[in-house]
């Protein structure tokens, strides 16, 4: 499959070969399953301190007539803690198990529970392979919701690299036809639920993503202030970037260098 390469002023400048990588099959099943591994490797654990809500001395005799028992009083065998006695005779209250008052958690959460998914290395390759190929399909972006031009996908010409401002990346952006994506990316809206004071307060979506050949490309500072925009070097793309929530078909931007790249190095097969 070849496609168009443009050059910084929205001309056409050639034709390239897309590699074997971008001919693999669209597994969508297989993409929301590296997804969803790159998502838990990166969660952290977190549990209760096993002493939690065990800090007291609620130990009862189960004797009759003992001192310190609560047999013979009317009253449920739960462990209790004494606040108050006068010879025999407690005032006590429930302690130390769960549904009274600071007491433990039936069922906390454990730090020692395994977030963490494994993915064969054959299987995370083919499902890159796969989110490559459902890049360059026009009705997948426009079923993420992406505004793309009428003659996507193409590839941009290696010259993108060495933008060094953020306002030639946008205008270069906007003479390829994706102004409208970038505005649809630029509003946040505060995110529903706790995650508010969890720090993800706000929610943004996703617009383009950039490939370049190298991490030292000037484009990589230029144009990762743009609001919904990610610059990856080639070597580095996962599911993650390539399909934002599993979700296949982000709109992507390939440099002519980031495909010889691709090609010469062999990735991902």
């Known amino acids: ?80 803690k004494i606040l108050v006695r006068r010879g025999t005779r ?65 590839v941009i010409s290696e010259k993108y690299e060495s933008l060094s401002k953020t306002k030639q990346v946008t205008e270069a952006l906007a003479r390829l036809g994706f102004s409208a994506d970038l505005n649809r990316a630029k509003p946040k809206t505060i995110r529903a639920g706790k995650g508010k004071a969890r720090g993800r307060r706000y929610l943004r979506k996703k617009s383009l993503l950039i490939v370049v050949s190298r991490n030292e490309a000037e484009l990589s500072k230029s144009a990762r202030n743009i609001p919904g925009v990610d610059v990856v070097q080639v070597d580095r793309l996962n599911v993650e970037l390539l399909a934002p929530g599993g979700m296949p078909g982000r709109a992507t931007l390939f440099t002519e260098s980031a495909i010889k790249v691709i090609e010469e190095k062999n990735l991902f097969k």
């Open 1 to 80: 499959m070849k496609l168009s390469v443009f050059d910084l002023e929205c001309k056409e400048a050639g034709k390239i070969e897309m590699p074997l990588q971008f001919q693999e099959s669209v597994r969508q099943d297989l993409i929301k399953r590296a997804f969803e591994s790159i998502r838990a490797n990166g969660r952290q654990r977190y549990g209760a301190t096993p002493l939690a809500g065990k800090k007291y001395a609620p130990d009862l005799s189960r004797r009759r007539r003992h001192y310190r028992g609560s047999y013979g009083f009317g009253i449920s065998r739960i462990p209790r």
């Open 90 to 154: 407690m005032y006590w209250v429930g302690a130390q198990v769960p549904g009274t008052v600071g007491g433990r958690r039936a069922h906390p959460p454990k730090s020692e529970k395994q977030w963490a998914r494994r993915l064969n290395t054959k299987e995370r390759r083919k499902a890159i392979r796969a989110a490559l190929s459902a890049t360059i399909d026009k009705s997948l972006a426009e079923a993420r919701g992406h505004f793309v031009p009428q003659n996507y996908p193409f």
